[in-house]
């Protein structure tokens, strides 16, 4: 739920381990992993969301999370995306996004960072 609108719905599974929406992965990558051996190198993504959360009072039009998504285009603003079972989604996952995510946990190339200023305090704590 994301400003009082349900944006994903599913069993324990496919929200896990095959989450749609972007809020959804930026929800995810927030829970810390832990490392059990050398060799599990792999990773999941890292999301920083940026700016604030807008007001429930007076929520932003279209899809409520547009204005901190990097996936955000023109339709995320003038149409609230429908709660809808997508391709490639088990029966009773239903997903709210115009652009959703690939159905994975995997890590991505590099991290998304949507905050320059969160940029420029790690890059000041590796000095």
Not at 47 to 53: F, K
Not at 59 to 86: H, M, N, V, Y
Not at 102 to 126: F, K, N, Q, S, W
């Amino acid at each position: 739920m994301y400003l009082g609108k349900i944006i994903e719905v599913g069993d324990r599974d496919s929200i896990y381990t095959r989450p749609r929406h972007p809020y959804t992965h930026a929800l995810l990558s927030a829970v810390p992993e832990v490392n059990l051996t050398e060799e599990d190198t792999g990773g999941r993504e890292r999301i920083r969301l940026a700016g604030d959360v807008p007001s429930p009072i007076s929520p932003p039009s279209g899809c409520r999370f547009r204005t901190r998504c990097w996936k955000a285009q023109d339709k995320c603003a003038t149409e609230e995306p429908p709660l809808i079972r997508l391709s490639g989604n088990h029966e009773g996952h239903l997903t709210a996004c115009h652009f959703p995510e690939e159905p994975t946990i995997e890590a991505r190339d590099e991290d998304i960072v949507l905050d320059p200023a969160l940029v420029a305090l790690e890059e000041e704590g590796t000095d």
